[in-house]
């Protein structure tokens, strides 16, 4: 039940992550008349709303086999009911079906346009911040239980404009490098969108890195307010791995833009760009790893 519960958080993460980042490169982004050319561009929205849906079922079912202590009475009507009426995970769980339901339709019945854009960016946005109340984002009472809230709030759309926002400029870079190989003209051309797009997500992504790091602090207080718990508790560890896969992050972040971009904006051979291409990739494999660690990070309770 476990397994499933955190293998269905870890695609439902990173397929939510990927539903946000795709409008937002789009719309704050990707120059007027950019367009991301190739099957992974294609493919990847409706691959990712599809995953997010089936992901949110797994997880519902895995909640479900918890609640009724096994598999075999997960599905019950009785066992349905409790979970979708009487839990806050199950209430929260259709108003998080229904947007992803909307998320496919408008993704299918919608012709690529800026308003199409900001449609999905506000559901996807919608499905992200409302993750803070499937795990622990709605700890603490009171005040502290509302600044915990809005911190949970910022640092799940933070982490879904970095890692999300992060593929695509990875489909950028890649796609550089593939029309590198074209004429003089449609060479430049292609090399001074990209020079739009690093500038332009460099700005994003330094207030994104900024409030990430702002309001994971805020979190890690609240739940963990004495410092020996971060040794001495399940979670605490879980957590430690986790700041340290963000650190190791923001350092290739760093070293992709202060030394792997500036060759890019200066001459744009094609080494250089295949090496940032390369240190993308990196730091996108490090994100999915931290995603995949906060599957595993909401189903440990913080007090042991």
Request: hydrophobic share 55%; proline share 4%; with cysteine.
């Amino acid at each position: 039940m476990d397994e499933l519960i955190v293998a269905a958080r870890a695609v439902h993460f990173t397929a939510i992550a990927l539903l946000f980042g795709a409008p937002l490169f789009r719309l704050a982004v990707a120059p007027r008349r950019f367009a991301l050319g190739g099957r992974a561009a294609r493919w990847t929205e409706p691959l990712a709303a599809v995953a997010a849906l089936f992901s949110g079922l797994g997880w519902f079912a895995g909640v479900a086999a918890a609640m009724a202590g096994s598999w075999s009475d997960a599905l019950t009507p009785d066992i349905l009911a409790a979970v979708t009426q009487d839990t806050r995970f199950g209430r929260l769980w259709v108003v998080r079906l229904a947007l992803m339901v909307a998320i496919l339709a408008i993704q299918a019945a919608a012709k690529p346009s800026r308003g199409r854009d900001v449609a999905l960016l506000g559901l996807t946005a919608a499905t992200a911040a409302s993750l803070v109340g499937v795990g622990h984002g709605m700890a603490g009472s009171g005040r502290l239980a509302a600044i915990h809230m809005v911190a949970d709030m910022v640092h799940l759309l933070c982490a879904a404009t970095w890692v999300g926002g992060l593929f695509f400029l990875g489909l950028a870079v890649h796609q550089t490098v593939k029309r590198h190989a074209g004429t003089e003209a449609d060479s430049s051309a292609e090399l001074d969108a990209l020079r739009r797009v690093l500038r332009r997500f460099s700005h994003i992504g330094y207030g994104a890195v900024a409030l990430l790091i702002g309001s994971g602090c805020i979190n890690a207080l609240i739940l963990v307010p004495q410092p020996d718990r971060l040794i001495g508790t399940d979670y605490g560890r879980v957590l430690l791995v986790k700041i340290a896969l963000a650190l190791l992050m923001v350092a290739v972040a760093v070293v992709n833009r202060v030394l792997l971009t500036p060759p890019v904006m200066r001459s744009g051979s094609p080494a250089s760009v295949r090496t940032l291409e390369r240190s993308v990739v990196v730091e996108q494999g490090i994100g999915f790893l931290v995603l995949a660690v906060v599957a595993v990070l909401g189903t440990i309770h913080p007090v042991p």
